[in-house]
């Protein structure tokens, strides 16, 4: 069973920065994407941004030039930079990493969730 360990989120002031970890614990599966959802009340759960094991990148139209993803494929982490938070980012945040097994089927795990609140 693998699991994801959140940390970074909190409340921060309109225009405001914080920066979200998210460490997955070893498998024998092989890690593939990693990536941030984001719930806010009354709301679906989105995508926000994710990453290859390669590096290559995808946001949600909504963070682009705001948010920046990364990951440190060596401590299977995976880090959301937030810069220029404004109160519509405020939900929580849901990290998810994808494993490959070895009947090639894809498993999807979630961390516990974080919460970030954008307020003056």
């Known amino acids: 069973q693998v699991q994801l360990v959140e940390s970074g989120g909190g409340l921060v002031q309109p225009g405001g920065s914080l920066r979200l970890s998210c460490t997955a614990s070893r498998s024998a599966f092989t890690l593939i994407t990693m990536g941030w959802y984001r719930q806010a009340p009354g709301k679906e759960r989105e995508l926000v941004a994710s990453?290859?094991?390669?590096?290559?990148?995808n946001y949600a139209d909504s963070v682009k030039g705001r948010l920046a993803i990364s990951r440190d494929n060596a401590k299977n982490t995976v880090y959301l930079q937030m810069n220029s938070l404004n109160p519509e980012d405020t939900a929580v945040y849901y990290c998810n990493a994808r494993y490959s097994t070895l009947g090639g089927r894809n498993v999807d795990y979630w961390g516990q969730g974080t919460q970030v609140t954008v307020s003056a």
């Open positions: 990453i290859s094991p390669g590096g290559s990148k």
